[in-house]
Nanobody, 123 residues
Framework: QLQLVESGGGLVQPGGSLRLSCAASGDTLDYYVIGWFRQAPGKEREGVSCINRSGGSTNYADSVKGRFTISRDNAKNAVYLQMNSLRPEDTAIYYC????????????????WGQGTQVTVSS
């Protein structure tokens, strides 16, 4: 059973950077598409980014394009989200999710989720 654990969240000033990590256990991530999602208080969860299993294809929400970069290291069984030029509206709980498959974005719902890590952007 695949398990995902996010880390790297915290409090950062506007314009700052954070790097989120999604560490997997229980299975290898080699065959999984990975997505990052976020949910702000009072708002619906939204997709932020995804990466296919080879790392050769990525996708970003318009709100984070040019600021966030998703990457993966299958040897370390981990996926990362580098977040630069952070804005107060990026404040949310960030989740990683996995789906056994090839394509990003996937055509089926993700079926493995982490517990989330809080990101707060504030001066």
């Amino acid at each position: 059973q695949l398990q995902l654990v996010e880390s790297g969240g915290g409090l950062v000033q506007p314009g700052g950077s954070l790097r989120l990590s999604c560490a997997a256990s229980g299975d290898t991530l080699d065959y999984y598409v990975i997505g990052w999602f976020r949910q702000a208080p009072g708002k619906e969860r939204e997709g932020v980014s995804c990466i296919n299993r080879s790392g050769g294809s990525t996708n970003y929400a318009d709100s984070v394009k040019g600021r966030f970069t998703i990457s993966r290291d299958n040897a370390k069984n981990a996926v990362y989200l580098q977040m630069n030029s952070l804005r107060p509206e990026d404040t949310a709980i960030y989740y990683c999710a996995a789906l056994y498959g090839r394509t990003c974005p996937p055509t089926r719902p993700y079926n493995y989720w982490g517990q989330g890590t809080q990101v707060t952007v504030s001066s």
